[in-house]
């Protein structure tokens, strides 16, 4: 199976910050790499798919890069509903496998 | 309006045997494969299991391979996952998604919570 090492696990910023949150498989995955968001209580909802394709409705402060094994979930600018925890996933192959997660926390 | 609810949950024990549904609406159900992601209280997620648009392919998590079955119903839109054996590790929040090709799931249901005693 492909593991996914996602960082870091927390990480404390304000309204306004710019925050980068990586993740690593391994094993290339080409770019089927997936981000989602968790709000408490919700089902995750899926922000960008293939690396990089932002979902209808998602923010353009939300941005997805990288390939391979090494890929980054950058935000460029804090607002108050983005304080949730963050999931990479791979869809490589099967399991689907999805990293541990970020809590991203107001600072 | 795309919608995934999901059912069935409840109290078990632990040994038990569980059926979980997921009700779809709102879109071609034939058209794609389906997956059920769980996650432990205060945990991460976890993929379990997804299947193909017609029942004939199934894919599941090495560590639940053999107890969980998942499976689909096309003539009521309807998507299951029998849990056999279950176990206080199984305790969580289960939750029927949508696969879009390539295998992310934009669509999610609001989650049936499973809790095994033991």
């Known amino acids: 199976d492909i593991q996914m090492t996602q960082s870091p696990s927390s990480l404390s910023a304000s309204v306004g910050d710019r925050v980068t949150i990586t993740c690593r498989a391994s094993?290339?995955?080409?770019?089927?790499l997936n981000w989602y968001r968790q709000k408490p209580g919700k089902a995750p909802n899926l922000l960008i798919s293939f690396t990089s394709n932002l979902e209808s409705g998602v923010p353009s402060r939300f941005s997805g890069s990288g390939s391979g094994t090494d890929f980054t979930l950058t935000i460029s600018s804090l607002q108050p509903e983005d304080f949730a925890t963050y999931y990479c996933?791979?869809?490589?192959?099967?399991?689907?496998?999805f990293g541990r997660g970020t809590k991203l926390e107001i600072k | 309006e795309v919608q995934l609810v999901e059912s069935g949950g409840g109290l078990v024990q632990s040994g038990g045997s569980l059926r979980l549904s997921c009700a779809a609406s709102g879109f071609s159900f034939t058209s794609h494969w389906m997956s059920w992601v769980r996650q432990a209280p205060g945990k991460g997620l976890e993929w379990v299991a997804n299947?193909?648009?017609?029942?004939?392919?199934?894919k599941y998590v090495d560590s639940m391979k053999g107890r969980f079955t998942i499976s689909r119903d096309n003539a009521k839109n309807s998507l299951y996952l029998l849990m056999n054996s279950l176990r206080a590790e199984d305790t969580a929040v289960y939750y029927c998604a949508r696969d879009r090709r390539g295998g992310p799931n934009d669509c999610w249901g609001q989650g049936t919570l499973v809790t095994v005693s033991s």
């Open positions: 299947i193909n648009e017609d029942g004939s392919e199934k």
């Open positions: 996933q791979q869809s490589y192959s099967t399991p689907h496998t």
């Open positions: 094993q290339t995955i080409s770019s089927y």
